[in-house]
């Protein structure tokens, strides 16, 4: 008790405090009669909207009362096209909520990925008996139809993510489409002007153009016409990029022929990494010889670089996979590396090939039941015990089968 | 009995309650028995009513509001609730102790209802020693709640019983020094008497008519405490303390039982503010000095008209549910007392500041 | 028989058979209570006597009070919960201390009072003295005797405290041992001085809060 105030002082302020709050107004919602409005995301009940759901069964795994039942069955949907393949289709016949077990912990509707189950703020669906409220797939599609809409987001907030994807498709549609219709528009004016102008099209998205520069003939004729300066230089400008894209198109469609035949060959040219930041300075010396400005010549000649060095890595990758020299692939060796030393088989560092590269998995091996004789001797020898010796020996076997099959391709 | 051997022996005129103005000695008898009955089983409920409501609205509640017009039958429901439930009887307890415990802790809180005097002649009975029999009958129930926090054959109850026993015991002190304290100023024990008194009482011989509560602020503090105290009331409700012991001796009780020991609480209420106002606020008085309409022929305090009788018991009952509203005001506003702080209240704080209070008032008494 | 003798009767069986069960009671709590009504019984005896005064003194004392501290006290350190019994096997000797000490009083009564004194006023006779006559003869004829009770009762009192206060040990080092048993002392719960010598704050007054 502080020395300043007499003793007591507190009881009374105690007392004060209470009969104030004695005239306050109740804080008391009159429920039966009058509702409160409820947050947009009250976690009432859980509602299914079940055109939705694809019986993938997340939402019953993850539940932790399991109190989620799901029954389906498949069905045959004809191909789409002709001759194409029949696909098979869960169908869901029960969907099932046990709210009496159910605490509202909200994974199911966190989990599903197809937005099959939403939180509904309906929350008047108490029951006299237990088995009450086990509610089917009826009353659960009832309640998605009372889940509001989720409230707007704050000023300045970002969109979510597939609305901004949607937006920026949607935009870039207009964007060519409105280009579209300005080059046509620029292609009839050019015809009134007897070849004048040239059309633009300096939005377009791809190939991209390095603007700023000017048709220097468009620019000269024009200001012969008469033109204004501004709308010479803007239309040389448009014609410059014009040109500048056709003479890009056919180049790539020069070099397309070149990769599609090299992708062709190659199973997996992506795999293969090249260090950027070199040029060819052939190419670059070639450009720059044409007429074009530096920093683009240096682009071309980083990507006729790039495109060369990979293409020379898959003939020597190739070249070693047939020599069976282990060293080559650098990354790929690493982590069979690790896999082996895990093992403790010798057999296995034999089969470090380069092919791992390309993913042993691509190569499919039937009869997995088989197991490789030798390793499994060994690994006996060694005092493991029979599961372990079994399993891995099957593995060695699996391994090598695959091993043989890409020798065989790359034999081919 | 007692109303006849009392009329027999005592020579002093005693006021005569209403219910003796009828023929006969089985009628007015009865009259009484029901008079009794109905402020007992009538007078807490109201009080009880007025707690749920004031202590509703004090924590930004409403109250009971669906049981009758605005939830005044709230506690007629509960008790309805409480006739239907099972009574339970856990299989450890002493049955017969556990069974009659309510009822010994009932009985005493519905016979202190026999002296107290709710207006001019509405009482069942004014006897010589009307205060002192209301005091030895609130100190019988404390042998009830000992009994059942016993029998109850459960640790909680056991120390509920305890506390209340220790706590009741206690506060018993300072409560009837200040009564008798009242009593010395009076001059009489009759709960009437001290009524009548305070009427003519003049403080200090200057004329101006004031009730005890005046002269004895400190009286009437004391026994205010005391009284919450002795209710087991919160701030003082340590042998129910229901954050540590569940609920004390009521811990294993209910339906029934439960409702019994409930009511004990609550008549205690207001039999206890009942006794306030009549030791310290002048009984059915209006105003100090200002006699009751309609009682003009007796000298504003009796032989009164009907309408005087209602008026008087309206400002008695009134009264009574300000004190009520008070403890209730307590109860929402302090948080309960540690078991060792309230021993200590009462030892070190209540005791000694009643007996100073009783020696100066006595002096004060022989003096003037 | 008039109603004053059926209800004095009734009373008075009650109180004895009370009192029988009081002594054959197993169980120790049920014995207490027994005694409670026991006592009880004789403030009813006393009313039938007209003594009311008496009786609520009987009511206030013994069964508000004593039988209270009895049943506290027992529940406070031995008795067992629920319907166990707790009992001791020495009823020889217990008839023989009540038996001799029914017989001095008893003689004593007689003495004092006279034999002839008893059963010569009829029950309608008997009238109760007014509380008022109860107080002068007490505070003013009687009041050395009084007095000197009181001090015999405050002597008795001052002695249970001092048993039972903790310091009682001969030696100071056995009070510490019961100071550190029980807790906290009642020296420690005041205002220590501070190391520096200052005199500490109080955080909280507990002997203040009461008193408002």
Redesign the interface.
Known sequence: ?A?TSP??TG??K??G???K????????L?YPYERDDLAPRTRGVIALMDENCTVCMLCARECPDWCIYIESHKETVPPAKEGGRARTRNVLDRFAIDFSLCMYCGICVEVCPFDALWWSPEFEYSEYNMEGLLHEMEKLREWADTVPAPPPLDDGAQPPAEVADAIEKAEKERELAEAKAAEQAQAEEQGADAGGGAPAAAKAAEPKVEAGQIDQETYDQLIAEGKSERMARSKAKAAYVKKEKARLKAEADAAGGDEAAEQAAAPKPAEVHVEAGQIDQETYDQLIAEGKTERMARAKAKAAYVKKEKARLRAEAEGQAEGGDAAASADAAASDDSEQASDGGAQAAADAPAQEARKLGDVQVEGAGEIDQEVYDQLIAEGKNERIARSKAKAAWVKKRKQEQLDQEGDA | MMASLTHATTTVAQTVSLFDGFDGFVLPVILKLVFVLAAFFVLPLVGGYLEHK?M???????GP?EAGPFGSLQLVADGIKFIQKEDLIPSAADRWVFAIAPGVALVPAMLVFLVIPFGPGVFALDFELGLFYALAAISVSVLGVLMGGWASANKFSLIGGLRAGAQLVAYELPLIIAAITVAVQAGTLSLVGIVESQATFQLFGTGINVWFVFPQIVGFAIFFVAAMAELSRPPFDMPIGDSELVFGYMTEYTGIKYAMYMLTEYAGMISMSALMVVLYLGGWQLLPGVPLPGCEAGGGLFDCSPTGIALGVAITIAKIMALVFLMV??R???PRLREDQLQRVCWLVLVPLSLANLAVVTIAKVVF | MTGHDVIFVLVGLLTASAAILTVTSKNLVHAALFLAVTLAGVAGVFLTLAADFLALVQLLVYVGAVAVLFLFGLMLTRAPIGREALDNQKRGLAIAVSGGLFVLLSTLIIGAVGSGALGETSVAEVAGPRIEDIGIATFAEWVLPFEVLSMLLLAALIGAIVLARPESGESGEEAEVTRIEMGDAPSSEGPQPLPDGSAP?????QG??G??
Do not use: D, I, K, N
């Open positions: 008790m020395a003793p007591g009881l009374l105690g007392l405090v209470t009969v709050h004695l005239f306050r107004r109740p804080s008391t009159m | 004031v509703g609205r004090m924590q930004h509640r409403r509001v005001w307590a929402v506003a302090y | 704050e109080l955080t909280s007054g203040t809060e008193s408002s």
